[in-house]
C-alpha cells in the first residue's frame, strides 16, 4: 500500500524535526543483541570511523563477534555513520564478496 504524497511529506516534515536524540529515547531498550547472537548468517558489519564518535564501536564488533561467530566486521576509515555514502565503492565491494 503507498502512502499518499501529502501523508508522506506530513511524516517526513515530523521525522525531519526530530533531534535523533528523542527518537532513541522514544524507544528504549534500543539494544539488538539477542536478535543479533541468534543470526545463523554470516553477518559482515561496516563500521564507522572511531574517531568520528561512532553508535556501533570496535568495543560492539568484538563482544558481537564473541557472542556470534558468524559476525565480522571492520572499521571504515574516515567513514561516519553513513558508510554508504562516505565509501560507497567498498560497500559495493563488500555487498560483491570483493576485499
Same mark, same amino acid.
Given at each position: 500500500? *503507498?502512502?499518499?504524497? =501529502?501523508?508522506? /511529506? @506530513?511524516?517526513?516534515?515530523?521525522? $525531519?524535526?526530530?533531534? +535523533? ?20 548468517? +554470516?553477518?559482515?558489519?561496516? *563500521?564507522? =570511523?572511531? @574517531? ?5 564501536? $570496535?568495543? =560492539?564488533? *568484538? $563482544?558481537?563477534?564473541?557472542?556470534? +561467530?558468524?559476525?565480522?566486521? /571492520? ?5 561516519? @555513520?553513513?558508510? @554508504?555514502?562516505? *565509501?560507497?565503492?567498498?560497500?559495493? =565491494? ?6
Amino acid at each position: 500500500m *503507498a502512502i499518499s504524497t =501529502d501523508r508522506n /511529506e @506530513h511524516l517526513t516534515r515530523r521525522v $525531519a524535526n526530530k533531534p +535523533p536524540g528523542s527518537i532513541l529515547k522514544e524507544n528504549q531498550p534500543w539494544d539488538a543483541t539477542e536478535l543479533a547472537t541468534g543470526l545463523k548468517v +554470516p553477518v559482515h558489519v561496516l *563500521a564507522a =570511523d572511531p @574517531h568520528l564518535d561512532p553508535a556501533f564501536t $570496535a568495543q =560492539d564488533g *568484538a $563482544a558481537l563477534q564473541q557472542l556470534n +561467530p558468524n559476525w565480522t566486521w /571492520e572499521i571504515v576509515s574516515g567513514a561516519s @555513520h553513513s558508510v @554508504h555514502r562516505d *565509501a560507497p565503492q567498498l560497500v559495493i =565491494d563488500r555487498l560483491l564478496g570483493r576485499t
